[in-house]
């Protein structure tokens, strides 16, 4: 059956179910989500809204304009063909104003959206980022031409005022009464007085932003997306003259876009959809709210209530403003450094992380919604995992091996030993048992270590395997040890630590990340490939139950009941139903940090090492388990159905429901049996 035909076959069963299921709509599930896709025709580059209208500069297909007061069902009302492509749509009173691809700044006359008319155009010369229109002015990020200012008092006849060189790559422009920031390359932020639109005067920089992308001033305050850093930046130009750089927050991919609304700053953020960033207090910039949208986002732009996104295929999207206020996330806090392991033990996490010499961080976490920084401890190499076991931390510390920390007062760690095992190894993983130790300890092998005396560790034995050990897990019971090394997982017979024992072994030809033990089931997360589900009720002959195929990058994981929760490379949080071994399915997803390099689950919240992002909090309790409900509104209903037709039409795996890594009549059926068993 050819794509075409298939997804008419979807639609017909899928509006078929919707005729019949009522009792599938549900208050439980509540979040942000998309609550209406619809296609414009090309790629939607820009968009732009008034009160009743909505304006997308869509690509080859020039402008279209929609009718939006009501928003649950968008009306097309006009289109004009324009030259080239339209990237940068910006609408004033009864005019448009396009950046086209090739030919510049174009002014359109929309007083009647059925009948759009072209007034004036003006040749840049340059490839047009941003404008911003100000009464007769209109100001425009030239691309490497620098800042352009345009009078367009006679929109049939616009002119150049003035073109001021402010470096190359200039991005964007932002007005705000008399000042205008302009970002670019290097050096970055530069504030203008523009009391007179003709002669603009530079009044200050902010020369470390290098590759400064989109930007928005709101008030005395101006927010900046780093191109290269995947970072936004606060700027206090409350002093014009002195932009100050007040606050900062790691991102998960580059921004695309910016909005403010009372005091939410929302960035789109291409593949990993929308956040909406708290901006009350700029100087802490903290995470209000993650919406995944099932496509590249580029623009952004709000009208009655509704966030309106342009985006690569899925054309225009639109996300309830209400809605946002939700987030899985709780608390997260910006540890200094690079956070790459976690434990949890009472009201206390513990970090480890690339930071100098401080290594390894104690946070208290006793109101998860506000973590706070208790101490830290230096440890000298790079600290890549931590293992918390009664009041005592054990630290996998690269070149220097096993760091063994008293951790009875949390607010004054105190390091016991620092532990080299023999051979020329860099510790990547710790797990202990009782009181043995098993290190990862790369070209080293597996190190097993008598830590009952935690103040003075025993080497007890070594298992060698040719190539660097990158992992290791522990059984339950403490009997069997799997280790990764060269493509193969390895299971070792430690139920008699001074005598391990290769029993069993699986080959996979992939590099390991992280294992999970869960009874008889190894967990295997698999760098670029997915997560492997082998049977190793028999260990000497371990086997394939299943595979997830992931478009991401796993990292790490952990076991919850009937939910696997998985981390990965780019901040991406998915949790799985594995009730059935042999087919598990995606429950959940979302964006949470930089990085999701570690993670530990304590009472329904999962607490990740984000990198640079630091310590996050996310809450993934039962409410988040209805992915029949795709846009997350609480309803089952013809939005879920545009959803799921966009993704699958697309070829977005996240339209592969059973993780097989292909979209076929399977992923269909799953979604149906979702879809008829309703939400909790």
Known sequence: MNTANLRTTIIFTLCSLLCITARADSLACQGAGVTLVWPTGNISWGVDATDDHLFVADGIDGLQIFDIRDPSEPIMVGSIDLPTSSRVIRVVGTKAYVADLYLGLLILDVTDPSNVMLLGQLDTNDTIRDIEIIGTTAYIANGDSGLMVVDIADPSAP??????????????????????????????????????????????????????????????????????????????????????QIGTLVLPHRAEDLLVIDGTLFVALGEVGVWGIDINDPAQLAIRSTTLVPDTVFDLAFSSGQVFVASRTGGVQSIDILSMDSTPIIGSLDTPGSAQGVAVAGSFAYVASHFGQIGLQIIDVSDETQPVLLSSLATVYLSLDVCVIGSTAFIANDYNGLWIVDIQDPRFPQTLVVYDPPGFGNAKQVRVYGTVAYIADGNAGLQIIDVSDQAVPVFIANVSTGSAVLAVALSEDGALAAISSAGTVQLIDVSDPSIPTLIGSYQHGGSVENMVFEGSTLMVTISDYGVLILDVAIPESPSLISTILTDYDPVDMVIDGERLVVTGSAGEIKLYNITDLSSPFLLEQNVVAEKGNGIVLVDNRVYVAGGETGLVIVDVGPCGGCLADINADGLLDFFDLQVFLNWFASGNLQADLVADGVLDFFDIQAYLNLYSAGCP
């Not at 705000?176 to 007179?196: E, H, K, M, Y």
């Not at 997306?225 to 409350?238: G, K, Q, T």
């Open 159 to 244: 002119s150049v005022a003035c073109v001021i060189d402010v470096g190359v790559g200039t991005s964007d422009v932002a007005v705000s009464g008399s000042i205008a920031c302009v970002t670019n390359r290097s050096p970055g932020l530069t504030v203008f007085d523009v009391s007179d639109p003709r002669n603009p005067v530079e009044l200050g920089t902010a020369h470390p932003v290098i590759s400064s992308g989109d930007l928005i001033i709101d008030g005395t305050v101006a927010f900046v997306a780093h191109e290269v850093l995947n970072e936004l930046y606060s700027f206090d130009i409350s002093d014009p003259a002195n932009p100050v």
